[in-house]
Each structure stands twice: as C-alpha cells, then as structure tokens.
C-alpha cells in the first residue's frame, strides 16, 4: 500500500534533500531504469559545451561520477551516459545533483520503453499508461505484454514503463500524474519539477520530452497510434479524477498526428541531411545517424531525414529503431515525393517484420507500400511472404 499522506511527502522531501547533500551535488547519479536502486558501475560520462573541450568521467560502484559542478548547471551542456549492453542517454542540463537511469537494450522489434526522472520537488509523480482494456500505474503494475517496471515514491526517479511487445492496431497514451496535487489542478508544482520523459525503442533513446511550464497536474506527453506512429502531445491539463481513472482520461487525448508548423531552421536541417546522406554513401553509418538526428531536432517534420535515418538503422542491424524512424517518416510524408517516400518505408518496415518472422505484418506493410506506389520489388515480397 501507498502512504501519501501530506506530512510523509513533506519528510520525504526533505529526506531528499539531505541524500542529495550527503551524496554530493557535484556530479550525476547513474541508476537502472528496470532495477530498483542499483547503481550503474562503469557508465562512460561525457559533458559537451560549445567551444570547449568535453569533460568526461566513469561511474564509480555507486554510480557517481564526479563532475565540474559549474559545468554540469551549464544550460547549453549536454551529457551523453554509455555503458555496454544499454541504450545510449542523452540529456540536456542543468545535470548537477541529477540521477539519470539507463535502459537495457529492448529485443523486440514493437518494444518500448518510458523513463521518468524530475526534479527533488514535487515528492512524488506518476507514470500512466493507458492501452484498449488496459491501465498501467502504480496499482496495476503488470498488463498484457506492458508492465511498471520501477514505481519511485521517495526520490525524483526513475519511474519506468516497459511495453514488451505494442499490439496492432490499438493506440497506445503514456501520460504523467502530480499525485500530490490531485485535488489542486491548478497547481504550477509539476511544471516546475524539471520532468522529463525519455523514451527508448531497442538500443536507442529515440524521444526525449521536457515538462512544459504550464501550470496543471496532469502532462500527457505522447501517443502512439495503431499503425505504431509517435503523436505528440506534450502539454499540461488539470484533473481531479482519482488514480484508477486517469488511465479512461487520458485515452481521450489525440497528439499532434505528425502536422506541425513549419520549422524556422529547415535549411540547416536540409545541411544536415545532406551531410547525413554524404556519411551514409562514404560507409560511415554513426556520423551518418548522427547528422540526421540533428537534421530531426532541426527540423521535427523533415520526412526525409527520418526516411534516411531508418535506412542507416537498418544497415546497424537496428531494426526497432529502423521501424520506428520509417513509421514517423510515412506520417510526415507530404508534397510531390510523399508517396515514395511513404512506399519506400513501409517496404522497408515489411523486409524488418519479414526478417523477424512475423510474415502477416510483413505482408501488411508490402501492401501499403503497394498502396503508395506500384512496384515489381513489392509484387515479388508479397509473392515471398505468401509462401509461408
């Protein structure tokens, strides 16, 4: 049972603050993002600053690592976390004072994985995810193929979602709760906790959300739509509904659908994919997937860099990844080269569920290729998968 009593959140609070201060503000916290309180031993650290060497470190057996503290409050810094067998994380600071969790590599090609982190106040935030028939939070810690793999009452995080396995067709919301506030939903408390949402798909952390500064109790931060899409949603609102119903409330929301304002930064972003493109051909697959990311946080529409990105996956052997990308460039597709590009993805999503086994799925996604653009190389994948 959960005690969330308005005096215990307040001792916990403060029993934050003193943990904090005993372990040091002047470094990051490296945890599990799946085991409760185990210390990540042997993550490489790296801080990046613009026009300055970047600072490096390595978790010690508490998972600390020891960093300049006026460093780590940069708010231009970034830090990048790798260790062996994780997906790589990448946040932007102030990092001091922070724990960050690592995320073991998921296997399935429809896995997902959602990491909660904020800041030392509010004492307490939930992770909700709601799915058709199902409601994943703190009372109801495993569903079908989903689970909450870590539920952090006393410190700012981790909290953790894994979803083993997404199902066809059905919409997947993943929202985050200011329990404390429940019955005060106009509180600003959850906007200023410095949440943050990452999100990881295989070996990759592929979404990173912030807490808007929007006063309310209640962030919906995204949705994935049946054909498997990203929507963003990213924005605080108020409810006073108890736990159990949060889950019907948020299944209600729909994100963005991929059709967002037009960027500012669109020919950076092209220079980016062309650099992209330019590492791709030369063989360099990680300064390649690199470049196209940047073109992506650029540009959050560029169909194209997303379409490249999930070719570079998948010549990594990353094939979640590679779905993933290819999903989000067929719902940003448009214009005079919008159904090849959307053909090309979904023939790409078919040889990777092909390649898996899973041939009804892969025969799905030959035929929305064929859908988008008649082609001999679809006629003959379907004709392949058939056969089985």
Wanted: charged share 25%.
């Amino acid at each position: 049972m959960r005690h969330r009593a308005a005096a215990l959140a307040s001792a916990l609070l403060v029993t934050a603050f003193a943990g904090a201060a005993q372990a040091g503000g002047d470094g990051a916290t490296v945890l599990s993002a799946t085991v409760a309180d185990r210390p990540i031993e042997g993550a490489s650290i790296q801080l990046q600053r613009p026009g300055r060497e970047p600072l490096t470190a390595v978790t010690d057996a508490h998972g600390r690592a020891a960093l300049d503290p006026a460093a780590l409050r940069d708010p231009v810094a970034r830090l990048s976390i790798r260790k062996s067998g994780h997906a790589e994380l990448l946040a932007r600071c102030p990092c001091d004072g922070s724990n960050y969790a690592l995320s073991p590599a998921l296997q399935s090609l429809d896995g997902l994985r959602m990491v909660l982190n904020w800041g030392a106040a509010p004492a307490d935030l939930d992770a909700h995810l709601s799915f058709p028939g199902q409601h994943i939070y703190f009372e109801r810690k495993n569903g079908e193929d989903a689970r909450l793999d870590l539920d952090d009452t006393e410190r700012h995080g981790p909290e953790t979602i894994t979803v083993l396995r997404k199902h066809p067709g059905e919409a997947y919301t993943y929202a985050v709760h200011d329990f404390a506030n429940r019955q005060n939903p106009s509180a600003d408390a959850l906007a200023r906790s410095r949440a943050r949402v990452y999100v990881y798909v295989g070996q990759s952390l592929v979404r990173t959300y912030a807490v808007p500064p929007q006063p309310g109790n209640l962030w919906t931060v995204f949705r994935v739509d049946g054909e498997g899409r990203f929507e963003d949603v990213n924005r605080i609102g108020t409810s006073r509904s108890a736990a159990d119903r949060i889950g019907a409330e948020i299944a209600q929301i729909h994100g963005d659908g991929g059709d967002l304002a037009e960027s500012e930064n669109g020919e950076d972003a092209a220079l980016a994919n062309e650099r992209g493109e330019a590492a791709y051909r030369a063989g360099d697959l990680i300064v390649a997937i690199a470049a196209y990311q940047q073109a992506i946080e650029l540009d959050p529409n560029y169909a194209q860099a997303y379409a490249n990105l999930g070719l570079a996956y998948v010549k990594r052997g990353r094939a979640a990844e590679a779905i993933w990308a290819s999903r989000k460039a067929i719902a940003l597709a448009k214009g005079a080269n919008a159904a090849t590009v959307r053909a090309g993805a979904h023939y790409n999503i078919g040889k990777l569920y092909e390649e898996d086994g899973q041939y009804e799925r892969a025969m799905s996604s030959y035929l929305a290729a064929k859908r988008e653009k008649p082609d001999k190389s679809y006629d003959q994948a379907l004709e392949r998968v058939s056969a089985y």
